[in-house]
């Protein structure tokens, strides 16, 4: 069960060793990228993770924010997720729920950000849970 408010996450967090904010800036400026990571940071963790684009369009080329997905026993597919200024990407901090044929099963998901090209990319990255 995933806690239905945010201080009783926190007090979770702090209670497992957890004690550190983990909110980032990040700026990118060309041939910086992301790898592909999840932001799992201790044994306590909110699914889910906000990406907020602070960069305006045509500030920046590439640096795609990038998702993939490990199926099981199939192969991995990858999504490529557009946001402009001011809009926000939700997206699942290690687990994506799939539903087929036997049932919900679920997919590892990492994200990251393909290399900038040109300019500067900003964006503010919220996760929920707080880090070791
Ligand atoms: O800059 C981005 O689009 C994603 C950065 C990131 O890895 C995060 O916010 O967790
Ligand atoms: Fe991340």
Known sequence: MWPAHHATLIDRCHAFGQPRPTPLL??????DYNCL???LYGPIH???????MLSAEGSYTGGALTLVENRPRMQSRVE???ICQGQIALIPVRDKPRIGATGWSKSA???GVSTVLSGERQTLGIIF???S
């Open 80 to 82: 490529v997720v557009p």
């Open 26 to 31: 990040l700026r990118y400026r060309a041939g």
């Open 129 to 131: 849970h707080d880090a």
């Open 46 to 52: 909110f699914p889910l993770q906000a990406v907020v």
């Open 109 to 111: 998901m990492r994200h």
């Open 37 to 39: 990571h999840q932001d």
